[in-house]
């Protein structure tokens, strides 16, 4: 018990101190840490999962969507009045963090399989994945809403806003190997390839509001990419939706995964884990709306044009020729917003397992730090049960729970870092399911070998020992 408390109370310790800082857009922090599944070795090369062979069901082996906000609170700001319901905008503006977060996250393994050989262990995997991050600060609303007057004689940094919508296939390969009785090794190889993109890239933006004439001097060095179909004039009806668009070629990447563990007592294991550190490089059905390196001046629109017949194109009109773009045709290249993972892992009992995670994810030039407690308790060899709290959503509500059922050579999983959010998606700031089905082998603990039992033997006779005589 002393030992229970003590691990709890470096967890919640080392949360509290991130929790200054934590964001959100950070799925599945339960399956990776659970060796019952075989597919963890997918996200978490530094540890063998407990199977000797798995191979998962095609287009069920491990589905994972998650969506998160981690500032807009919608409902929150309800307002009931007698002639209807109405959302607080003030309530909604006045309850963002400094930083926020709207994003989703999609994957699905098509195929995947893994087994080990001896003190290695060999895996691959075909995937579809389809992560979208938008990050804005509070003043970006506050400018929309309030208008730029609420900040006269003030500049407001928008560098850190960015968005990146990436719809991409990808092929891995991994291995991973049991170096000694202590450390254990591996990485994963994978090849991208991008259907889709839309992102932006931000240099510099800042606006600073004149006090003198209220008007806005935009200070801007940024580009927005897409690459998609979209971009043909005939949309998707100008390529073959199999050959031309499913199987395009085009645009391609790699990206990497590497991790270590340390096995540091019967008990105590410590993993480091690198992930998703690679770039797509778009060159397909590509567009660039760029906003040079300069300072570009709307003083708006006037009275004239206000009262006009068009108010809203007049508007549209004067921020267009305030903040001219230039149109390209170039190939870019995204990065995949990677992550760093630190796990320690304690045997509390014979079948009872606590993890303390913290995680580093970088998104463009940010660096987002999470992290993650986990109670994982196995009910004989057919049954793991977990509860998960997770602080990534930008409250302390974020309670997840999962179970992993081995039945004979069948494994299922179905986990969710949020239950509450997911099973009432409107009551929370986030909805997470991760399930998975496979078939597997794991192989019988080994009997402990008893000592043989000597077997007894005639005393030798002492030589020379008369024999009796029989008459």
Known sequence: MKTISKFLIISVFALTILSGNI?????????PFIPSIGQSIISRPSVFPKNNFYIGIPLLSNINIGV?????????AKLKTDTGTYIDLEKVIGGLNAQNTIAVDYSMDLLS?????????????VSHRAPVVFRFSDNFLKLIY?????FLGETIDFSKTGFSATNYWEIGLGYTRQINDKFTAGFRVRR????????????????????DDYSLNLQSDMVINASSPFNNSDGFDSVDMVSGYLLNTQNTGWAFNAGVSYQYSPKLQFSFDALDFGSIHWKNNVKNYRLENGTYSFSGVGLGQFFGSDTTVDYVD?????FPTLETKEAYTTTLPSTLILNTQYQLAKHTYASLMLRGWFFQTEFIPSGAIMLRQEIGRHISLDVNYSRQYGNYYSLGSGVDFQLGSFNFFILSDNILGTIQPLSGKSIHLNMGMSVCFVSKPKKPTSAATPVATPAAKPAG?????TK
């Open 68 to 76: 998160t906000n981690d500032g807009l609170d919608v409902l929150d």
């Open 465 to 469: 020992e008369a024999k009796p005589v």
């Open 146 to 150: 309030k208008g730029n007057g609420a």
């Open 113 to 125: 399989f893994g087994f080990k050989a001896k003190k290695s262990y060999f895996s691959m995997n």
């Open 318 to 322: 004067s921020l267009g020729h305030s």
């Open 23 to 31: 964001a959100s857009a950070q799925f599945n922090t339960q399956q």
């Open 192 to 211: 991208l390839t991008g259907l889709d993109n839309f992102s932006t890239k931000i240099n510099t933006l800042k606006a600073t509001t004149s006090s």
